[in-house]
């Protein structure tokens, strides 16, 4: 039986197995959580990255965590709100991919950010109900014990925390 946590926090905190990475399509450091990520994981990271040639939006790729208390690093990239398009097919497939790719791994734990609700735009409310809704289903296919969802400010606790009680 998998157990959904929800926290607010620090992602780069987090010694779950794995923690996954809100990318751009480069693997690039970026700002927000990549930033983040980078500057703790250190150089070594981004070497590793640049040898993955890079990821499309709603694919997941994995690393190792280097100086993180994480083991690995999934990175997915999320998809850039327009208000229309595939944007929630693409936000899906990011949850689903990565937690496919922890499963696969033999991963047991993975901690998630809320995906392309930073720079990437995205309403929380309506990320946070794709969210759960596609993590609940995947955990059916990929059951990885314990998956954390780390957010990083009040208003997207509550989000995701009213959307988990909806899914
Ligand atoms: N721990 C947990 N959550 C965080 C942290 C942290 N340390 N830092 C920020 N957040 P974002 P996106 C929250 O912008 O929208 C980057 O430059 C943040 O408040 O990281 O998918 C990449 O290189 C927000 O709620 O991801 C890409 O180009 C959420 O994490 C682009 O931004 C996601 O914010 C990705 O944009």
Not at 7 to 21: F, K, M, P, R, S
Not at 69 to 98: M, Q
Not at 114 to 119: A, D
Request: aromatic fraction near 8%; include cysteine.
């Amino acid at each position: 039986m998998s157990k959904i946590e929800i926290i607010t926090g620090d992602i780069t905190e987090q010694a779950t197995d794995a923690i996954v990475n809100t990318a751009n399509k480069a693997l690039a450091p970026g700002g927000g959580v990549a930033g983040a990520i980078h500057r703790k994981a250190g150089p070594g990271l981004w070497q590793e990255c640049k040898l993955l040639r890079g990821c499309e939006t709603g694919e997941a790729k994995i690393t190792t965590g280097h100086n993180l208390p994480a083991r690995y690093v999934i990175h997915t990239v999320g998809p850039v709100y327009s208000g229309s398009s595939n944007a929630p097919e693409l936000l899906a497939r990011c949850y689903k991919n990565s937690i496919k790719l922890a499963y696969e791994k033999g991963l047991k734990s993975i901690s998630f950010p809320s995906i392309s609700t930073g720079v990437f735009r995205y309403p929380v409310e309506e990320a946070a109900k794709i969210a759960m809704r596609v993590i609940k289903d995947a955990l059916k296919q990929y059951p990885v014990k314990l998956v954390r969802f780390v957010l990083y400010d009040q208003k997207t606790y509550e989000a995701y925390k009213k959307a988990i009680g909806e899914a």
